[in-house]
């Protein structure tokens, strides 16, 4: 737990927090541990967050990270060119970020009640054991709301970052991170610290 006790050195207004981000490591943890997917879902900057978690998520983030044994197997059997993946893939944690999509997006937004996107998505690809993190600098985006409901009729855990009094995803998420700001560009400004240090100790707890 190195990477929590220097972020929290760097950034002492989210002391408070530590045992907020050590609940939603444990949650993506043991998701990924027990071979299950996170998936994310946000608005506006906190839809980049999103794309941002998943890219630190899918690739190496602070060190090297060797192919799982499997996969290496089955690369071998491929010859040559499965030997060249080998030599220029990392390993990665299954990550989904719902904000992209933009053929589906846009379809069912044109289709469709657009706030219900989200919701759309976990419903199709989410299984039991998976993990939904949602960032909301009020926790209170309906659209999120909506696809955490789906997700806990589905099995699935929810964590949230958040921001302001937590809102309603404070109360529904499994475990929360809710830091000490109420502007959504300032909330912003600490969910980062946090997320990266939620990736960088699972890729050591991984790689």
């Known amino acids: 737990m190195d990477y929590l006790k220097r972020m929290l050195e760097r950034y002492p207004a989210l002391k408070g927090n530590e045992q907020e981000i050590l609940s939603v490591y444990e949650i993506v943890e043991a998701c990924f541990a027990n071979g299950h997917r996170l998936y994310l879902c946000g608005n506006g900057g906190s839809a980049a967050d999103c794309e941002h978690i998943a890219g630190e998520l899918l690739k190496s ?19 040559e060119r499965g030997q060249v993946l080998i030599e220029n893939l990392q390993g990665g944690l299954p990550t989904v970020s719902l904000c992209g999509h933009t053929a589906f997006s846009t379809a069912f937004q044109n289709d469709c009640d657009p706030m219900f996107v989200f919701a759309q998505q976990v419903g199709a690809w989410g299984q039991a054991g998976d993990v939904l993190l949602t960032l909301s600098t009020s926790g209170n985006s309906k659209n999120c709301i909506y696809a955490a409901t789906v997700a806990k009729a589905k099995n699935m855990s929810v964590v949230a970052l958040l921001g302001g009094s937590g809102g309603e995803l404070k109360a529904f998420a499994d475990a929360s991170v809710v830091v000490p700001e109420k502007e959504t560009y300032k909330v912003q400004e600490l969910h980062l610290p946090v997320y990266h240090c939620l990736c960088a100790m699972l890729e050591e707890e991984f790689f």
């Open 61 to 79: 983030f602070k060190k090297c990270r060797p192919l799982s044994n499997d996969l290496m197997e089955g690369l071998k059997k491929q010859g």
